[in-house]
Structures are given as structure tokens and as C-alpha cells.
């Protein structure tokens, strides 16, 4: 039986091994997230080392092996070049990549992540307000991963919500440590965008960003590197 498989990849991840390999965390269509060598991706003149970067969507073929998995052919179907060359765009979708890394299992099957990841891709492409994508991916993804935050809130005052309890706070509820405020439209505007189709026009697309970062910590259980540069330069620019 052959230990070669062909699929279809995101990657999400890359670091540098060794003095001329690289080690990507790729999303598969097929076999979910895992982890492959890249031999010679940094040598000169490499064949893979342009398709190894972040945001890269391919078809390749892994060798599957008992110590690693190796990356034998690949051919970049899209390479998101759009999304690249604009800065705030870029950083959006890394903080995304970051997310699915974070919390996706090595050999689960997410077909439907695969999928939610290509289309967000493609969508912050386009004109658009690449914060409100992102919004509208993470809650997605959170739903995906069985972690639908609650945002029903009767009142019109600002709302208590936690991580940890998985939205809102009751009103007879002890608030737990991670507890802060949201205000109303800010509520409004996360409700409205769950199972929404698109992000809707008008959205507050920072605070929405600031109060995500705070349960994907949560879900991810570290610190989010890239997610948190992108909501920390909201404060740079307004400063400006």
C-alpha cells in the first residue's frame, strides 16, 4: 500500500529547521491539520521554499512517515497575492491562521474549517472591511469547534460576559474572573452575526476584534501573538 497521499492544503504555520528545512502546519481538505517536512525549502533556487509561506493554498503530495511526514510534491493553487500586499489585510488573515492552528487537532478531519478558511481568504481579497470577515470567521469557527458563544441580553445597559461561561452572565450568575463589559450595540452587532451569511455593513469591526481576542485566548489556552499585534495596532493608529 502506498504511503503517499495527495491533497489539498492551507498552510497555517512555518518555522525554519535545521540549515535549510522548513516544518509547516498545513490544514488539509482531507486528513484535517498535520504537520509535514519541507527538505531543502530554503536552499537556493528551492522549488517549494515560496510555496511553504503562510496563506499558501495547495495541491501536493505527502509521504506519510513514522517519524515525519514529508512533503514531496506541491503545486500553489492560489497564493492570495491581494491579501499580501495590504498590511492590515494580511494581519487579519494571520491572526485567523493563527486561530485555526491553535485550535484544530493534528489528524481531525475539518473539512467544513477547510472550507471556511478558503472562503474567508477569498472574501478579505475583495473590498471589503477585512475586520468584519474576520468577526464573522471566528464565530464560525468557534461554532465549528463547539464553542457558540451566547450574546442574548435583554437589557439595554451594558452587559457582563466571560469566556469561561461561554458569553453573557446571568444576572443571578457570580461573574468569574475574566468577566468584562460589552456594550449594547457591540452585543447587537456579535449577535447579528451569528449565522449570518456575510458581515453586515456598519459594523464595529475593532471592538468587536478587542472582545474575540478575549475568548480565543480562552479557547486557545496561550497567548495569541499575531491576534494580539493586530487589536494592539488599533490604539497605534488612533493615535496618529
Excluded at 37 to 66: D, I
Excluded at 114 to 124: D, Q, R, T, V
Amino acid at each position: 500500500m502506498s504511503n503517499t497521499e495527495s491533497l489539498d492544503a492551507l498552510v497555517l504555520r512555518r518555522w525554519d529547521l535545521g540549515e535549510a528545512d522548513r516544518r509547516l502546519s498545513l490544514l488539509t481538505s482531507q486528513a484535517g491539520k498535520m504537520y509535514v517536512l519541507a527538505r531543502g525549502a530554503r536552499k537556493k533556487g528551492s522549488r517549494t521554499g515560496s510555496a511553504t509561506e503562510p496563506l499558501m493554498l495547495l495541491r501536493c503530495q505527502v509521504v506519510r512517515g513514522r517519524r515525519n511526514n514529508v512533503l514531496a510534491q506541491v503545486e500553489v493553487r492560489r497564493s492570495f497575492a491581494r491579501v499580501r500586499q495590504d498590511y492590515l489585510r494580511l494581519s487579519v488573515a494571520l491572526a485567523f491562521l493563527e486561530s485555526l492552528d491553535a485550535c484544530l487537532e493534528e489528524g481531525d478531519p475539518h473539512p467544513e474549517s477547510y472550507g471556511l478558511a478558503e472562503k474567508f481568504l477569498s472574501a478579505i481579497e475583495a473590498p471589503c472591511d477585512p475586520l468584519a470577515w474576520l468577526a464573522w470567521a471566528d464565530l464560525e469557527l468557534l461554532d465549528q469547534i463547539g464553542f457558540r458563544p451566547n450574546w442574548d441580553e435583554g437589557g439595554s445597559a451594558p452587559a457582563l460576559v466571560s469566556p469561561m461561561m461561554g458569553g453573557v452572565v446571568g444576572d443571578g450568575d457570580l461573574p468569574p474572573r475574566d468577566a468584562f463589559r460589552l456594550t449594547r450595540p457591540v452585543l447587537e452587532a456579535l449577535r447579528s452575526l451569528q449565522d449570518a451569511a456575510a458581515p453586515p455593513a456598519g459594523f464595529p469591526s475593532r471592538e468587536v476584534a478587542r472582545a474575540l481576542l478575549r475568548f480565543w485566548r480562552d479557547v486557545a489556552g496561550r497567548r495569541l501573538a499575531a491576534r494580539e499585534s493586530l487589536v494592539e495596532s488599533f490604539a497605534n493608529h488612533a493615535s496618529e
